[in-house]
């Protein structure tokens, strides 16, 4: 089993910056996509930064030069720091891995459970 553990969300005035956190636990053999996906009420989930399996490194165009993507592979976590944030940005962020557990697994996609980020003067 899996498990994604997402932290840093909150309440944040315009400009403000956030980073968020998401550990990953569990019995893994290789990852290969991961980064963040964020939801508004009423919108669909969207990119925002992944790392894909290519080894690029993806933003939307929406957080380009604003968001930094990055990760700690001895902590197994991926960060995504959030600066000039935007009321836009208000979205529930979550974690996202594909990784398979054995050389002979299919690779699968794992979730975190979300953190809210608010935006808000």
């Known amino acids: 089993q899996v498990q994604l553990v997402e932290s840093g969300g909150g309440l944040v005035q315009p400009g403000g910056s956030l980073r968020l956190s998401c550990a990953v636990s569990g019995s893994i053999f290789s990852i290969s996509a991961m980064g963040w996906y964020r939801q508004a009420p009423g919108k669909q989930r969207e990119l925002v930064a992944r790392f894909t399996s290519g080894g690029t490194t993806n933003y939307a165009d929406s957080v380009q030069g604003r968001f930094t993507l990055s990760r700690d592979n001895a902590k197994n976590t991926v960060y995504l720091q959030m600066n000039s944030l935007k009321p836009e940005d208000t979205a529930v962020y979550y974690c996202?891995?594909?990784?398979?557990?054995?050389?002979?697994?299919?690779?699968?996609?794992?979730w975190g459970q979300g953190t809210q980020v608010t935006v808000s003067s």
């Open positions: 996202n891995v594909g990784c398979r557990r054995s050389m002979w697994s299919n690779w699968e996609d794992y």
